[in-house]
């Protein structure tokens, strides 16, 4: 993902994330994800994705719990897949550091994922 991409609705908001405080979009134009293991989730519609982050050049493990959401058919005849990825990561682990006490620590992460498969 690219960071410039960042896009929450808000203008100012989507700016200071992009900032040198939060992302620093400049210097860190990407986070990337890297999966290292792939199992079954808490649930028989779950999976659960363990791999590792990537932001702001510092790499931690973390683990995806995904949900199948819904399967479909494109216009085309194509079958689509939504996925919903989550997990909770600690910013300071990954030196987004901005507005100490004003924003926390913890971040929730929501990921969707609309995938095409190929025959």
């Not at 005849?77 to 909770?88: C, F």
């Amino acid at each position: 993902m690219m960071t410039k991409s960042i896009d929450t609705g808000s203008v100012t908001r989507d700016r200071q994330l992009r900032s040198a405080s939060f992302l620093n979009s400049d210097s860190y134009p990407s986070i990337r994800f890297k999966s290292l293991q792939v199992g079954p989730g808490k649930d028989r519609d779950m999976l659960s994705i363990r791999g590792e982050l990537t932001i702001r050049d510092k790499s931690r493990e973390v683990v995806l719990n995904v949900t199948e959401v819904d399967r479909s058919r494109s216009p085309q005849g194509d079958e689509v897949v939504y996925y919903v990825a989550e997990t909770t990561i600690n910013r300071f682990d990954f030196g987004v550091k901005g507005w100490r006490g004003v924003v926390g620590s913890t971040l929730k992460v929501v990921i969707n994922v609309q995938a095409n498969r190929e025959e």
